[in-house]
């Protein structure tokens, strides 16, 4: 049996319109609404693999990330089970933690320099098909989990420069006049999702793919949405220019999600799931007993509340570290806040996490999915029931009041250049 977990990094929900895509609606089961736990590669990825929240798995920061000792990761479940495990990856930063470890094989994949549009050293999505295409070859008859990370849809910014001179940074280290940069990015993006779909097409094809999940690790914004690329702060100021990885809004933290194979029935499901259910739910589905987690299996219920985190650097401005970090690299951080939410089928709370846990948006998102009106002021009693639940997950948690620790210059560099600073 060969089981399939495919991530397309930077996925938003209306990403999958391949014909691949559609028909593997068609024939699963579909969740339109799948909701990160973390806007951040990384994190998003451990809790994915784990079904635990970030707070839990522990890991919470884009690199050189350790997963707590005491959380089984699904390939380990697996592999317990007499699979076989290999990941994939296409990208940074996955590979710069430990989840190397987890998996029988694991190969980060950097035969494209991509110095244009910001995605580095990566493997592009027909390298990655090839590479699993091989190893599941090499392992035919044999009970098999595959893990393949697809990078090829996370651009940066400076995918809208093209050839000309890109815009200047100001003392914030926010860039000036980009408004006259925007509009390729969604050409480019559609583009690259597509590829994507044929890649994923052409697996399907030439192997056996028994039971498959097809998600992302989180979105990504676009022209026209919340003020692209601007980020801001909880005060209304312009503090950054990232496309991903620092607001909880849906077009970061909505992502589509796909289980296929026989046990999978053929519907297509509106109300929000989690990413952390993925683990509980094909594990059901092949009747293999696994620890216990923060998901749940789709088979049984759907969640009534979804997490997500953005603990940016995992910086606060009360810590001394970061101001040093600030003044002496010139990244913003300190202007950027962090940020917890909570999110059902109507609501959805946002607060900021720099020290305490304070509440400053609230958007009713059956009615405004665009999230554009500010409730928080109106709706007091919902406020109060969705911050006490807030408080329940990470009222206890020191690690608002914590820092990364201090980075180097290439990591720097690594870290502007996918689009994180």
């Known amino acids: 049996m060969n089981v399939v977990l495919a991530s397309v990094d930077c996925a938003r929900a209306d990403s999958f319109n391949h014909s691949f895509f559609e028909v593997q609606k068609a024939r699963g089961s579909y969740y339109d609404t799948c909701i990160v736990q973390a806007p ?98 090499d392992h035919e008859g044999e009970d098999n989990f595959v893990f393949i990370h697809f990078f090829d849809l996370h651009f940066t910014l400076r995918s809208e420069f093209g050839s000309r001179d890109p815009p200047d940074f100001d003392e914030n280290h926010v860039y000036e006049n980009v408004e006259q940069y925007i509009g390729r990015y969604r050409r480019r993006f559609e583009e690259e999702a597509d590829f994507v779909g044929r890649q994923l097409e052409l697996l399907f094809d030439l192997a056996d793919v028994d039971v498959a999940a097809i998600t992302a690790d ?15 702060d909880s005060d209304g100021n312009r503090v950054g220019s990232q496309c ?29 799931v989690r990413t952390i259910d993925i683990v509980p739910t094909p594990l059901d589905a092949l009747v293999v007993e696994g620890p216990a987690t923060d998901g749940t299996s789709l088979f049984d219920s759907l969640p009534e509340f979804a997490y997500s985190e953005t ?13 040093e970090m600030n003044e002496r690299y010139d990244f913003g951080w300190n202007q950027l806040d962090s940020l ?46 969705y911050f006490e639940r807030v408080e329940d997950l990470v009222g206890g948690d020191d690690q608002r009041y914590a820092t990364a620790n201090l980075v180097d210059d290439r990591t720097r560099g690594h870290l502007e250049d996918l689009g994180y600073l």
């Open 218 to 232: 989180h979105g990504s914004k676009m022209p026209g949405e919340h003020g692209y690329p601007w980020v801001y």
């Open 244 to 272: 991903r990885g620092v607001e909880l809004y849906d077009n970061l933290v909505r992502v589509p999600l796909i289980f296929v194979g026989e046990p999978f029935d053929d519907r297509t499901v509106h109300e929000q």
């Open 340 to 385: 917890v939410s909570l999110r059902s089928n109507e609501w959805k709370l946002i607060c900021t996490v720099n020290g305490d846990i304070v509440p400053t948006e609230l958007y009713h998102i059956a009615q405004d999915p665009g999230e554009s009106r500010n409730l928080l002021d109106e709706e007091e009693a919902i406020v109060e029931e």
């Open 40 to 137: 951040f590669t990384s994190p998003s990825h451990t809790s994915m693999l784990s079904g635990m929240h970030p707070f839990n798995a522990g890991v919470r920061w884009l690199i050189d990330y350790t997963i707590n000792d005491d959380i089984t990761l699904l390939p380990e479940v697996l592999a317990e089970e007499g699979y076989n495990t290999a990941a994939f990856t296409g990208g940074y930063p996955l590979p710069t933690g430990d989840m190397d470890e987890r998996f029988d094989t694991f190969e980060h994949v950097t035969t494209v320099e991509d110095r244009m549009e910001g995605r580095q050293e990566y493997g592009p999505a027909n390298v990655l098909v090839s590479r699993a295409l091989n190893w599941l070859d």
């Open 311 to 323: 603990y940016h650097g995992q910086l606060t401005k009360e810590n001394p570290l970061t101001h």
